[in-house]
């Protein structure tokens, strides 16, 4: 049993198409997915907002509530909640070159559009939280933007969206490139000095991705660490991730269990979950997994961290601070590399 509760996205069961070839495997259903989702044990889904309503641009603000409350209606069906909302700002060819930070002052004004729009659905699908991760907020050509422009920008873009909601929670995924070159906001640090500088900084938090801690050559476990010292921890996003190249969000703990036992470890001993905070996936499956597979890598995903959360269970704190006082580290780095193996 797991004291966890689980969070997953639909884009997390796609069709395997990326930038070098087309789909591997059909598209499946927001109810399929929601179906299966719940059938895995997960609690709640996460959203960009035109996985809620996709043809958003075209509709009016009252339009898109009204099709919210039908995604709403449908994970009611399911027994499942809505975690947050995340504004794709990405995809948009209004958007091609940043949202908040772009040159353009029309694109800027677009991003806030979506930014409030997706307020508007989440409060529809009953959360308060909304996903910032910042794709584009950043540059290709070095001189393109100033970074101390670009960092205000950021702030005022995260203050309108306090100011339009008075209780809703903004939370910035970081990342350091990809697709972006040189991201403004590369770091959970990044990420909690940004949260500092608003009007509001306790409704500012981070989502961790395992991932882009590794992209940005640190250690997921101490970056949940960092926002976790100021509770400003709002999500995770676990997968695993082989090294410094382009983002692969493999299933949690498939390349370096030990740094997942760490990641385990460090949510557990802090409390993570206590005030509703849920352990979200972002994995994607194998550009070769078959349709019957297509949900594989989140039962592997779930399996693994359950499996993590056993061994933390086990760990003998009083051995450990005992090796930490006498500084006997060798013999603490064998006792956790031990009882991963279990040997
Ligand atoms: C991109 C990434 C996104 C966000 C959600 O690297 O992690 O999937 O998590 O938009
Ligand atoms: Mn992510």
Known sequence: MSQFKFSVGPWNVHTG?????????????LETKFARFRELGFDAVQFHDDDVVPNMNDLTEEQIKAEARKVKALLDKYGLKAEFVAPRLWMDPHTTDGGYTSTSKEDREFAMWRSYRSIDIARELGCDLIVLWLAREGTLC????????????????????LRYDDSIRVCIEPKPNEPIDRSFCGTIGHVMAVSAATIDPKRVGGNLESAHAV????????????????????????????????DQDKSFGV???????????????????????????????????????????LKNSLAIFKAMEEKVKKYDRA???????????????????KLIMGI
């Open 319 to 337: 051995y450990a601070d005992e090796l930490i006082r006498e500084k006997k580290f060798e013999q603490l780095e064998m006792y956790v590399m």
């Open 142 to 161: 070095a001189e393109a933007k100033s970074p101390v422009e670009a960092t205000r920008q950021l702030v005022e873009a995260i203050n309108g969206m």
């Open 255 to 297: 390349e370096n269990l030990r740094s997942a036992f760490n990641q385990v470890k460090v949510l557990m001993d802090n409390g993570y979950g206590q005030n509703g905070e849920y352990v979200g996936l972002d994995v994607k499956a194998m550009r070769t997994t078959s349709d019957e597979d297509s949900y594989e890598h």
């Open 215 to 246: 992209l940005a050559g640190l250690d997921p476990a101490n970056e949940m660490g960092f926002a976790l010292a100021f509770g400003k921890l709002f999500t995770v996003h676990m997968n695993d991730q082989n090294g410094i190249r382009y």
């Open 17 to 29: 198409a990326d930038s070098y070839g087309p789909e591997t495997r059909k598209a499946i259903d």
